[in-house]
């Protein structure tokens, strides 16, 4: 029997000899396009860049030294050429989702995980109801609803008081005595309140208690008490990480690390979709909610409705857009108002001035301001605001992987072989300086042609063409309008009823990158307006 160190000297070897044997012979051609360090020989160095929270930026500082084409994985292109995002991810490009989403997916996709176009096509026909205009207006008085909660857990916060019986976050006094307190966590606890009213109308209730521990049933019935944020955020790290391996690869490390946290994490987020819908199964509300548009039910025209692992993995997805992506853009936007208070203060004067509001009386008459959706559809300069906030910290800054198919495409005027992973960062779309001026800069006047800076007319045609937050093409974000209601009324309300000041003066936020490019923390000073 052959020595340890002697076994593993020669598996190291025809691994090796296997890796640079491949890297030579270029089966799909990829030795034309540069690549950093062993990127072109392993997954490694894009999975290490994900393991520090950091891929998109690395890859995009990657780009500014070796070019718009770059090789990131042996088999995965980066593409940072503005055309290249029509020729990937547009409407008519003969690409399909990578095996990244399958991998994550374990053989039950949700709409958005589905790699095959026809799955895709029947899952999104599915759910369309579920995210029509009458669905998304029925939904509004929820958002009006979990909105006082927030405001009135900020409140809390600003007074140094704790919420609920089991305040999970900290407070400090800042030198001028006023409280310093991390918003993130609050955000996130209002869009996973949010998020199960709407789909489940169990809402976890989780700003009234000061805590994300909710119920996950597993696979085989058993409950069990977990932290909603770490479940997902740990989650969405591992699969991110360990979805880029070879699908072998994968699913070795799915059967043997099933001890590393991560891994399991996944299976508790899985498990708190399960537990929303088997309650929701044995519970019919009172008036309809999101789920009431699923196919959860046999009707004349779809005798055969969805099955219960079917629905867990659509609500998973929708938990996990419905909170995440969310809470990013919420405090992302705090960030940015309470970074330039002079775009604070216009903003409150443009709600307060569309909403007739009168600042003096305002505070006698009412506890908080939470508008609903049409009293501030009219409002450009929120909109401006919100489309601003997306373009300088797109939640999903990464490139969204896809497989070239057929007989191979072109993209940015490079021939890619079929069976290719290729991408495009909605990063660096976003803060292209060829495209847009002061890129780095929060401007929201760039929305608005008739103010100044947005009178440009190449850079209002770019803003309409290269912004594009919510992906495009027909894999592009379900759940959009929902996603513009629930943010549109969250932004006017924390304005309209707070006063946002960082508590250090920064020049940056903190951000980890797990799937989505979310704030680390944000520690703010605020004052109640009154």
């Known amino acids: 029997m052959l020595p340890l160190s002697v076994a593993l000297l020669i598996i190291v070897t025809v691994i090796s000899i296997w890796v640079i044997g491949r890297y030579f012979k ?23 860049q994900s393991w520090k929270g950091t891929q998109t930026i690395e890859i995009c500082k ?49 709409v958005a995980q589905a790699t095959e176009k026809a799955v895709h096509s029947a899952k999104r026909r599915a759910l369309a109801h579920v995210f029509s205009a009458k669905e998304i207006t029925a939904m509004e008085p929820r958002v009006v609803a979990t909105t006082q909660n927030l405001c009135a857990a900020i409140r809390n916060k600003i007074s140094g008081r704790s919420v609920g019986e089991h ?47 909710c119920l996950s049933t597993d696979g085989a019935g058993q409950k069990k008490e977990v932290h909603a944020m770490d479940s997902f955020h740990s989650a969405s790290r591992y699969n991110t990480i360990t979805a880029q391996l070879p699908r072998p690869l994968y699913q070795l490390c799915r059967r043997f690390l099933f001890w590393v946290h991560g891994n399991k994490a996944g299976g508790y987020f899985g498990g708190m979709s399960r537990f929303q819908v088997q309650h929701r199964l044995r519970n019919q509300p009172a008036q309809p909610d999101l789920f009431s548009s699923f196919p959860a039910w046999p ?38 108002l309470a970074s330039n208070p002079e775009k604070q203060e216009k903003l409150y004067n443009a709600l307060t001035s569309a909403l007739s509001i009168d600042k003096k009386e305002r505070a006698d008459e009412i506890d908080f301001y939470v508008p609903n959706a049409k009293q501030i559809q009219d ?64 401007i929201p006047e760039r929305w608005i042609p008739d103010e100044g800076f947005g009178k ?4 209002a045609k770019n803003l309409k063409e290269y912004c594009i937050p919510f992906s495009l093409g027909p894999r592009a974000c379900i759940g959009r309008n929902l996603a513009y209601m629930e943010v549109s009324i969250v932004v006017a309300a924390l304005v309209l009823n707070f006063e946002w000041e960082l508590a250090e003066k920064c020049l940056d936020m903190p951000m980890i990158e797990r799937f989505n490019n979310n704030p680390k923390e944000l520690l703010v000073k605020g004052k109640v307006r009154g």
Request: aromatic letters at 10%; proline letters at 8%.
């Open 26 to 48: 270029d089966e799909k051609q990829l030795r034309r396009f540069p690549s950093p360090s062993i990127a072109a020989f392993t997954p490694l160095w894009s999975m290490w």
């Open 62 to 110: 990657v780009h500014e030294k070796l070019g718009p084409v770059v090789r990131i994985a042996p088999n995965h292109v980066s593409f940072t050429d503005p055309r290249a995002y029509k020729d990937i991810y547009g409407h008519g490009a003969p690409l399909v989702k990578d095996d990244f989403y399958a991998h994550i997916a374990e053989g039950n996709p949700s």
């Open 167 to 213: 305040d999970q976050t900290y407070s400090v006094v800042g030198s001028d005595n006023c409280v310093i307190f991390d918003v993130r966590p609050w955000v996130n606890m209002f869009t996973y309140d949010a998020i199960s009213n709407m789909v489940f109308t169990n809402e976890y209730g989780f700003l009234k208690k000061g805590s994300d521990l």
């Open 299 to 336: 009707t004349e025209k779809r005798p055969d409705p969805m099955e219960e692992d079917e629905l867990v993995a659509e609500c998973a997805t929708m938990l996990d857009a419905g909170n995440d992506t969310t809470q990013t853009t919420l405090v992302n936007c705090i960030f940015h």
């Open 379 to 442: 409002i450009p300069y929120l909109r401006a605001v919100l489309e601003e906030n997306w373009r300088c910290r797109p939640p999903v800054a990464r490139g969204l992987p896809r497989r070239t198919t057929g007989q191979g495409t072109t993209i940015a005027g490079h021939f890619i072989p079929p069976g290719v992973t290729v991408s495009a960062p909605i990063y660096a779309l976003h803060r292209n300086e060829t495209l847009f001026r002061r890129p780095l800069d929060f």
């Open 456 to 459: 440009d007319e190449q850079e």
